[in-house]
């Protein structure tokens, strides 16, 4: 199982951005996935989740602001953010579940100017 995260950047503060995360080597459709961040100074802490039924789940954080989505038939989910504040930069990562294992992707950095 592979996991492919992409899509951050360098982004001005108020602007948007579509992470993308992409899977292989395993069943998509059905997989539970979340959207991670480590921003600087702090330990990873989750952002943003869909699961079977694509019911999805957001931090209090990104409620408003993040948008988890997914395209089955190009086995990726997204994570799309708007209006981004200087407080959103870090490392975003990826992660799929699958039964008792956790397979996460390398991370994307996203950088907000103010």
């Known amino acids: 199982v592979q996991l492919q995260a992409s899509g951050g950047g360098l982004v001005q503060a108020g602007g948007s951005l579509r992470l993308s995360c992409v899977v292989s080597?395993?069943?998509?459709?059905?997989?539970?996935m979340g959207w991670y961040r480590q921003t600087p100074g702090n330990q990873r802490e989750f952002v943003a989740g869909m699961f079977a039924g694509s019911r999805t789940n957001y931090a209090d954080f990104a409620k408003g602001r993040f948008t988890v989505s997914r395209d089955s038939d190009k086995k990726t989910f997204y994570l799309q953010i708007h209006n981004l504040e200087p407080e959103d930069t870090g490392i975003y990562s990826c992660?799929?579940?699958?039964?008792?294992?956790?397979?996460w992707g390398q991370g994307t950095q996203v950088t907000v100017s103010s």
């Open positions: 080597g395993t069943r998509f459709s059905s997989r539970g």
């Open positions: 992660k799929v579940v699958i039964g008792t294992q956790e397979f």
